[in-house]
Structures are given as C-alpha cells and as structure tokens.
C-alpha cells in the first residue's frame, strides 16, 4: 500500500519505519525545516532503541521517502496517517488546531478512496468531527482512528509485538482497509467506531495512571504502618485477576503521555456533562506525590535544604530515554532547588539546563549528605557504592525514590537508606 505519515515526530517516526519494515512503500512529511534536515542525513531527532536501525533501512531501501510538504507527500496515497501534536490548551483540553489545518490543507489534494487516519491522542469524538467537516469541504473519503499505544524506550517492540490494533471508522470496510496495513503483525485487531476507538486509547492510559496512583498510595501507607511495599505489591500481583505491571511505586507519572491524557479525559468527561470525580483524584494524588517525596527529602537532612548539598541520580521520566518532559525526577529536582539545596545531577541520556549536571554518577554524589535516586536506570543499580560512601559526606543518606537499590548492600557500603513504601520513617536526618 501507498502511504503518507504527516509528522516525523516519535509516533510519526515509529510508525513511518515500522511500516516501512513491513514492506510498505512510505512518505514522511514533516514540516519543520530542522527536523527535515536532520532526518535526510538518515539521523533521528529524538533518542529510542532500535529505531534509528529501522528508519535507515527504511531509507536505504527506498521504503521510505523524506517531504517537507504535505500535500506532495498525501497526493495518491491510501492512507494518510495523522502523526500531530495535540498540546494540552485551555483546562487540560487537547488543542487540536494543527490536525485541524492540516486536514483542510490536505483535503483539496487527496483522492476520493484515500482514507485519513488519525494516530495522535484526540478527544473522543475528533474523528466524527473531522469527518464531518472534510464532507463540508466536498471530499467523500474517510476519517479513521487508529490510536498508538507505544511507550518510550520500548516503542519498536510495542510496534511489531502489539497486543492489539484498534481501528474505528464509521464503515467497517474502511476500518479493515486500515487494518489491512499491520496484518503480518501478531496483535489482535479490533474493529469499531471512531469514538470507541479513541476512548480506548484514554481508557487504556488513564487505567494505568490509577493503578501506578494506588500502588503509589499503598507504598505511602506502608510506611505509615510499617510494611513493606516491594513484598506487598509483588504478592498482589501474583493474583492472576491483577497481574504485575504498573505497580512500582515512585515518583508519580510522567512523560508526554499520562500527565497530558489525564488531563484531557478529565476535561472531556465534564464537557460531556460527567464528573469524572476517580481522575480528579488521581490528578491531585500523583502530583502529592513528589511533594511528599520533597517533604521527606527536606526532613532527612534536618528539616532545612537551604545550602545543602543534594546528589539527583535521574533527569529523564523513566528509564530508557532522554525525555525530560513532566519528568518527576526533573521536577523533584527544581523543588529541591527551589528550597535552597544545591544539586547535582545525572542522568546517562537526559539533558537540562534547569540543574547543574555531573558527569557520572559519582561526581553528583560527591560532597554530597542526600542522594535522590529518581529515575530507575538500571545503570545506577551497579555503580559501586563504596565509591558512592566514600564521595558522600558521613553519615550520608541514599534516598531511593524508585526502590531501585538493593537497601542491605547501600547499608553495607556505610550509608543510610531510606525507600518508597518500606517501612516506618526511622532514620535519624543528618545532623
Ligand atoms: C505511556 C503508555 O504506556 C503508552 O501506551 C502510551 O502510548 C503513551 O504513554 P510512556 O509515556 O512512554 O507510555 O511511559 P510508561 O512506560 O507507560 O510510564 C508512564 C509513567 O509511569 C512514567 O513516569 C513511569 O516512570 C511511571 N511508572 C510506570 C511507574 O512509576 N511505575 C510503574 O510501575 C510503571
């Protein structure tokens, strides 16, 4: 099939390689002339395993062809998938004025059979919209919806090892004209309407930020009753009903995703006349989180952070990526700053000008009385931690926001260790 992918951002990169790597011929439109630029030296603007390999073979073999307009690049194709920003605007509500100019830009020039497919994050009901509106601008074809469920750092396998492809369109022929593209991947395909399909997307994101919200809220009683979360949360979720994933406790949520969908679903669900009082919650308990985080951290150190030294392990969301966006860690860190600490940071892919940087691990933790593990890099799990006690002032403590650190081996080196959800708040601050 013959098929244009509008924005080389992370969706639209992914999908054009992956797509590509399933022997479609692609072209990839992308409007900024720097990211264009960059991508015709067959580089890739943002950091993801295994993607720079796949776009490059998608390039070398001519499967993928590189427009910087996007009319030339939908003209005669099938499929025109939608890879745009949609920015949180006003009360958290998805800002679709982008999708909404491309798709009038792009309507003049596409075919009649052509069918638009909207992959970004859209409020239900855009689809429906989108389509009505392409009808009032005289073009017959289809506005499908065809949300991504790829998470950072692991976005090539969430390609080709997908457990589902949602596919809605007010026909069904169409829908399955659109699931025709992923047929040799393994997933499960669902075919449905174009509002079940993006609140599948909202559903399936806003579902996981609760659970990770409730296993935040179970590490925060334990350390109230004095359990532990790590065996706790790994028992519950040894029931088949539950399952194991998205129950580490941490710093909250973040990336481009979480923090933005909730948002939106809590916004469209009051448009639609329902108070969707469970996400409101969520909301206000994931961002008590970090608070709580910065509030212990400012009580290990005596109570007061001003002119403290304060080593951040972590810049990045999570690991596996040089994401800063909504980060928990970056945001820990400003807040430690903001209280007068004085921090060093480090992160092996992330980068800020917000923090002083350190060039190892080391270097952050030197002369310092508080380390803040932040982000869950399993790099950070085996640096030597008798380099880390013999850096650290004495009586130094490690404080382990993503229970990342083995607590025995942290107190073997000569340090204190204090984690998320383990046990009662017995260590003395650093005096
Ligand atoms: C997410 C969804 O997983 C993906 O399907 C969607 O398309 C985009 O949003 P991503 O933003 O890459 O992907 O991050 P994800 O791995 O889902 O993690 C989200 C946040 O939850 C991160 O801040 C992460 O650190 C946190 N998290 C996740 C935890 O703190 N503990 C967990 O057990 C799991």
Not at 312 to 326: C, Q
Not at 327 to 352: C, E, F, M, W, Y
Request: net charge negative.
């Amino acid at each position: 099939m013959d098929i244009a992918v509008i924005g080389a951002g992370y969706v639209g990169l992914v999908q054009a390689s992956g797509l590509a790597d399933l022997g479609h011929q692609v072209r990839l439109a992308e409007a900024s002339p720097d990211r264009i630029e960059i991508l015709r030296r067959a580089e890739l603007p943002i950091f993801e395993p295994g993607l720079h390999e796949m776009f490059e073979r998608g390039l070398s073999r001519g499967l993928i062809t590189l427009h910087s307009d996007n009319v030339e690049a939908s003209a005669g194709t099938d499929l025109v998938f939608l890879a745009l920003p949609t920015p949180a605007g006003d009360g958290g509500k998805a800002d679709l004025r982008i999708v909404e100019q491309v798709v009038d830009e792009l309507v003049p020039g596409l075919g009649p059979d052509t069918i638009l497919v909207l992959k970004s994050t859209v409020p239900v009901g855009t689809a429906l919209r989108l389509q009505a509106r392409v009808r009032e601008a005289g073009w017959p074809g289809a506005v499908a919806s065809n949300p991504e469920f790829l998470s950072e750092g692991n976005a090539v396998d969430d390609f080709f090892r997908a457990e589902r492809v949602v596919v809605g369109a007010v026909s069904p022929a169409d829908a399955r004209r659109v699931a025709e593209v992923y047929r040799t991947l393994p997933a499960r395909i669902v075919i449905t309407d174009p509002s079940s399909a993006e609140l599948i997307k909202y559903a399936s994101n806003c579902y996981l930020a609760t659970r990770l919200t409730f296993a935040n809220s179970i590490a925060n009683l334990a350390e109230h009753v004095g359990a532990d979360v790590v065996d706790v949360l790994e028992a519950v979720g040894l029931d088949r009903r539950i399952g194991p994933h998205f129950l580490k406790p941490g710093p909250g949520y973040g990336g481009s995703c979480f923090p933005k969908d909730v948002a939106a679903m809590v916004a469209l669900s009051e448009e639609a006349g329902y108070d969707f009082a469970l996400l409101r919650t969520v909301v206000a308990v994931d961002e008590l989180q970090r608070t709580r985080i910065v509030e212990r951290a400012q009580r290990l150190v005596g109570g007061d952070l001003r002119g403290r030294r304060v080593g951040l392990w972590g810049v990045a969301f999570k690991a596996g990526t040089d994401d800063i966006r909504e980060s928990p860690a970056l945001k820990i860190g400003q807040a430690l700053a903001g209280r007068g600490a004085v921090v060093v940071a480090h992160d092996p892919r992330a980068r800020t000008t917000d923090l002083t940087m350190a060039a190892d691990p080391i270097a952050a933790a030197a002369g310092a009385e508080l380390l803040v593990v932040a982000t869950e890099w399993a790099d950070y799990a085996t640096v030597d931690l008798a380099e880390v006690a013999k850096a650290m002032l004495d009586g130094a403590v490690v404080y382990d926001a993503r229970n990342l650190l083995d607590p025995e081996a942290v107190r073997q080196a000569g340090l204190r260790y204090v984690g998320v959800g383990r046990g009662r708040e017995d260590v003395p601050p650093v005096t």
